[in-house]
């Protein structure tokens, strides 16, 4: 089957820890995309990658890190330095193309104490 | 700067009623226009999407929703909802500016709650 898997479901760190979150997709897309989802704040755009070995600073870059190293996988760290980690983050693919619909993964639920 | 607005953050209807979600955007450009739902704990799906063509776009579920350029929104309805339509709806329209294509700018949401 093809889609994008996210891991893990759920994620528990203390203040100041890095953590990184894994995004991997079958689906041969040649974008990538990390979302944070806040109650009542909608989706909102952290980083995206159109193509390999490049990607771009979204609405809410800092505190955040990406690398894209390799087509079907695009990990997002989250740095000490981001000042509320606590929140839902979604991946997403799609082809590089306007209007083609974004593919999204089930979501990392991060807590951070 | 672009911006897309839903009008109702929540929405309770009682099941087999019609519902209506709405959705208004900003853009100086043509863009694509998007709806998702998504469920409690889980990713979104995409209900529909409009490109070009008819303004009457129909998706899965039941769902479907008007593009009306003059008043810049996208509506989205369903003549019968189900308490398994019970979740939050996204709007979402196209970046409109070069390098950025696929790119999606979502609106807040909207809950709707469908009672029995």
């Known amino acids: 089957d093809g889609g994008i898997t996210q891991s893990p479901k759920y994620l528990f760190r203390k203040e100041g820890q890095n953590v990184t979150l894994s995004c991997e997709q079958n689906l041969n897309h040649d974008a990538m995309y990390w979302y944070r989802q806040d109650p009542g704040q909608g989706l909102r755009l952290i980083y995206y990658?159109?193509?390999?070995?490049?990607?771009q600073k979204g609405d809410i870059a800092e505190g955040y890190s990406v690398s894209r190293e390799k087509k079907e996988s695009f990990p997002l760290t989250v740095t000490s330095a981001q000042k509320n980690p606590t929140a839902f983050y979604l991946c997403?693919?799609?082809?590089?193309?306007?209007?083609?619909?974004?593919?999204f993964g089930p979501g990392t639920r991060l807590t951070v104490t | 700067a672009q911006s897309v607005t839903q009008l109702d953050s929540q929405v309770p209807v009682f099941e087999e009623a019609p519902v209506e979600l709405r959705c208004n955007y900003s853009?100086?450009?043509?863009?694509?226009l998007f709806w998702y739902v998504q469920y409690p704990n889980q990713g979104l799906q995409l209900l529909l999407k409009y490109l070009s063509g008819s303004t009457l776009v129909k998706g899965i579920n039941g769902f479907e929703a008007e593009f009306n350029k003059s008043q810049t929104s996208f509506h989205l309805r369903k003549p019968s909802v189900h308490i398994s339509d019970t979740a939050e709806y996204f709007c979402?329209?196209?970046?409109?500016?070069?390098?950025?294509?696929?790119?999606?700018?979502f609106g807040k949401g909207t809950k709707l709650s469908v009672k029995p």
């Open positions: 853009s100086s450009v043509s863009v694509y």
């Open positions: 997403a693919s799609s082809w590089q193309k306007g209007g083609n619909e974004q593919y």
């Open positions: 979402a329209v196209s970046r409109d500016y070069g390098g950025s294509q696929g790119n999606l700018i």
């Open positions: 990658s159109q193509i390999v070995n490049d990607f």
